[in-house]
């Protein structure tokens, strides 16, 4: 029996990190799509790498101009969205020369201008190295944004720290890029490189977290006279469904995402997400293609599908779903149908909230939205929206 718990316990550590890994590929990822996220983890990794007290990213706010809004270590907002004009302070001499700036302490550097003392004293910093932040896609290079690593006492930068910075910040460079590739979703090449992407992270990540999460259970049988292990292994099983949903929230996020592409692919994963949450067979079936749809009734459409499915959830008792979406009475129709046994509010209504709001919105926006209770069983989510020329 102790052999047993021990090849249970080196299991157990084992698929941990294997989780851990997971996760942080998982945030890797998310770097890489989102400019937001790209810049705020930028500014966070400066702190890890070089061992600074503070780390901080301005984004660029025009031809001569920066601003700082990315933070990681301060202790005041006197330096959140602090404007920062060109040959203006350490950033603003980045600016003006495209190359790294270091000073070893800010407030008596002579090598500086000093418009922004007073919120460098009161964020408590004194040595400071700043870095650009360069696009060099293409033939041209172009500053996108300032890095910058800050100590809380006067201190010297080597150049070991600055040869650091300045990988960060080509790391950096490539995230916003290819986040602006993902906002745009214009070019044909970037988006096969998405779908490929997506393709091969449900393949592989999305088999490797159901095998991880097949074994813990697995594991529960053999350990059930170990407590220790047993709480390991039950936050392990909350992690492997953490990671799982936010999986599904990054394959989302790389479909394309030109609106009437996103909308049969949205409601397919949600659909997906449902069943893999539930248990509960669902299925989505594009009846046909749809007519383009601009953003704001793409949301609606699948804020629909995301109420139906909850309601489903919450209250059917279903033994299956079927989220379809085609073309009608020259408009957009998605239906959510399912077979549960669940009784509503009130039979034959809708009196939930959340399908009254989003009957409001779709009469503002010129269309319908209805709940129904279907004679043999179950209920029927229905959301009709004209389309742009229809208007």
């Not at 492997?240 to 479909?255: C, P, W, Y």
Request: glycine fraction near 10%; proline fraction near 4%.
């Amino acid at each position: 029996m102790a052999a047993e718990q021990r090849n249970a316990r080196e299991r157990v550590v084992e698929q941990s990190n294997a989780l851990d890994g997971l996760l942080r590929e998982r945030d890797g990822l998310l770097t890489v799509l989102d400019r937001v996220v790209a810049l705020h983890g930028t500014a966070r990794l400066i702190r890890e790498r070089l061992g600074a007290d503070f780390g901080f990213v301005a984004d660029l706010d025009g031809p001569d101009q920066a601003v700082i809004r990315w933070l990681a270590g301060n202790r005041t907002d006197q330096l959140h969205n602090l404007i920062v004009p060109v040959g203006q302070g350490i950033g603003g001499r980045v600016l003006a020369l495209g190359q790294p700036v270091r000073v070893s302490d800010y407030v008596s550097s002579p090598t500086i201008t000093h418009q922004f003392d007073a919120q460098v004293r009161g964020e408590g910093l004194g040595g400071m190295l700043a870095v650009p932040i360069i696009s060099r896609f293409g033939d041209k290079e172009k500053t996108v944004a300032v890095a910058y690593a800050a100590m809380r006492k006067a201190a010297d930068f080597g150049d070991a720290a600055v040869l650091k910075l300045e990988g960060i910040a080509d790391r950096a460079a490539t995230a916003l890029h290819l986040a602006g590739l993902a906002e745009s979703s214009t070019a044909d090449a970037v988006t096969a490189e998405r779908q490929r992407m997506q393709s091969a992270l449900h393949d592989s990540v999305g088999a490797l977290l159901f095998s991880i999460g097949v074994q813990v259970r697995d594991l529960h049988e053999a350990i059930r006279d170990n407590p220790a292990l047993d709480v390991r292994l039950q936050r392990l099983e909350s992690d492997v469904s953490a990671a799982s949903s936010a999986l599904r929230e990054s394959l989302l996020a790389l479909a394309d995402t030109t609106p009437e592409r996103a909308l049969p692919v949205e409601l397919a994963e949600y659909t997906r997400s449902f069943e893999a949450r539930t248990g509960v067979p669902a299925r989505f079936v594009q009846l046909a293609p749809v007519p383009p749809m601009d953003a704001e009734r793409t949301a609606l459409l699948v804020a629909v599908v995301r109420e139906g499915l909850l309601n489903v959830e919450k209250h059917a008792r279903a033994f299956s779903v079927v989220v379809s979406l085609g073309p009608c009475d020259g408009g957009v129709q998605v239906v959510v149908a399912d077979d549960g046994t669940g009784e509503p509010a009130e039979p034959g209504a809708s009196t939930g909230m959340g399908v009254r709001s989003l009957a409001e919105r779709a009469v503002r926006a010129g269309g319908r939205v209805s709940l129904v209770r279907d004679e043999d069983g179950g209920c029927t989510l229905r959301a009709w929206l004209p389309d742009v020329e229809a208007r």
